[in-house]
């Protein structure tokens, strides 16, 4: 493999493990009307804000941005469902001429009449970058006339790429955070930065912590609501799962009300037992140490056999990776190489260069690098690199099934967990059963000789 088979334009943002000493190229704006996998600004906004259960969230633009929602991402609440719809001020021609701004205090208006929110974030699309509505404006008039809180969320397209779109995110949970008066700090308490709660993923995590002592005081923004995220500044600690969405607002965080942060990753059983170990370190009380300890010892007792007897059925498989951030393309190779598969493609939507030295040092030589791909790029290393299997979103699983490789879904839709221990299983499982699916016998094999070669449990 090498990167003479990319075009011109796409050399520096792709890179063969051992062949190129160049660090990637990442993080460019995305251009309009240029196909890529990657989500637009506002989807960027969206992913981050939408979990927050309680919120009305309003797409102020055509109502075809507005079928981003919860339907294709399933956070999942243990309160208000509010969440769960999606309203649209559906611009029209007329609206883009003469101006959106009163049909977005119109929905407003009866918006709050219907439901009564706490809170209502107002998200900017493209057209209203063109357009130019006064968002700042017209929120902070509903705010002022219904004493509630309108919050304004910039990500209207063009003002770069899904990254710009988790910032603008961030900016508008700042404004929600931001307590009445400044609250006096909880121990061993500590906000669950990154975490969506797909498949009720944090009521895992925040089961572990809580049995060993910690208090998980917030999550962003999983299973969160307006009341939670207004106690948030009294943590005494910030760890982040989704580190491209949420590291911006852990530093805001550590910046305005000094609390410190912490990367971690629930993904597989090496990087789950380092991170509850990390967050037992950080607030250093035996008790929460011992426990933590007795935690881990109890789970690997239960899910390394497991995982053994997978990996013993994978040998000499090859997955390609395409998911969002550069840290959850980190966790995945090592959870990858946990069960005994091979990595061949590494790519990601929004992941920052450092993230991508640390995949290239991580990496095995030969593996492909890229950034920011398109169809036409994941098929063809795909299919080079001879992926036995996929991991991606939502876009990229009829790629993968019309390529005739096995596919797991790490994103959006998914109906299990997939973080801690039980996570791990589930992976394994799940990796298991699609390269074992029958329906390989009936496809060509693009990606080598599937069929017959993986033993059935
Ligand atoms: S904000 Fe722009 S790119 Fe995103 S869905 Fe709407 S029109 Fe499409």
Not at 406 to 417: E, L, V
Request: proline share 3%; glycine share 8%; aromatic share 8%.
């Amino acid at each position: 493999m090498d990167t003479a088979q990319a075009i011109k334009e796409r050399e520096l943002f792709i890179a063969t493990k051992g062949k190129q000493k160049t660090s990637l190229k990442c993080d460019a704006d995305s251009i309009a009307g240029c196909v890529s996998q990657r989500a637009c600004v506002y989807c960027g906004a969206r992913v981050v804000l939408n979990p927050i259960t309680d919120a009305v969230h309003l797409v102020h633009g055509p109502i075809g941005c507005a079928s981003y929602t919860w339907d294709i991402r399933g956070s999942l609440s243990s309160g208000s469902e509010l969440y769960r719809n999606s309203f649209s001020t559906d611009l029209k021609e007329h609206d883009v001429i003469f101006g959106g701004e009163p049909k977005l205090k119109r929905a407003i208006d009866e918006l709050v009449e219907k439901y009564q929110p706490k809170l209502i974030f107002v998200y900017s699309t493209c057209i209203v970058g063109v357009i130019g509505d006064d968002l700042e404006a017209v929120c902070k008039q509903a705010a002022a006339k219904y004493n509630i809180e309108v919050i304004p969320v910039q990500s209207s397209g063009f003002i770069g790429n899904k990254s710009a779109g988790y910032r603008a995110a961030c900016d508008a949970i700042m404004r929600v955070v931001t307590p009445r008066k400044r609250l006096s700090r909880k121990v061993n308490s500590l906000n669950y930065l990154g975490d969506f709660n797909l498949a009720g993923e944090a009521w895992i995590i925040r089961s572990y912590l809580e049995e060993v002592g910690i208090d998980v005081n917030a999550v962003f923004t999983g299973d969160s609501s307006y009341d939670t995220l207004k106690q948030a500044t009294a943590a005494s600690l910030n760890i982040i799962q989704c580190a491209g969405s949420m590291n911006y607002l852990a530093k805001k965080l550590q910046e305005e009300y000094s609390i410190p942060y912490i990367q971690v990753s629930f993904l597989g059983l090496e990087d789950t037992a380092i991170s509850l170990r990390r967050i037992a370190e950080f607030f250093g009380d035996a008790e929460i140490i011992a426990k933590t300890e007795a935690l881990i010892e109890r789970e690997l007792a239960s899910t390394r056999p497991v995982i053994d007897r997978y990996k013993g059925m994978f040998s000499g498989k090859k997955a390609a990776v395409y998911v969002g951030g550069g840290f959850k393309a980190i966790s995945l190779i090592k959870q990858f190489r946990e069960i005994g598969i091979d990595v061949v493609m590494v790519g990601t939507q929004t992941g920052r260069p450092e993230e991508y030295d640390t995949i290239h040092d991580l990496a095995d030589e030969g593996t492909v690098i890229l950034d920011d791909a398109n169809p036409s790029e994941l098929e063809r290393f795909m299919t080079q690199q001879g992926a036995h299997l996929l991991v991606g979103g939502v876009k990229e699983r009829p790629l993968a099934y019309k390529l005739g490789i096995a596919f797991i879904d790490h994103n959006h839709d998914r109906k299990h967990p997939l973080s801690g221990f039980v996570g791990a299983i589930n992976f394994a499982k799940e990796v298991h059963s699609t390269l074992c699916s029958p329906v390989w016998d009936y496809m060509y094999d693009f990606g080598g000789d599937l069929n017959g070669t993986i033993a059935k449990v």
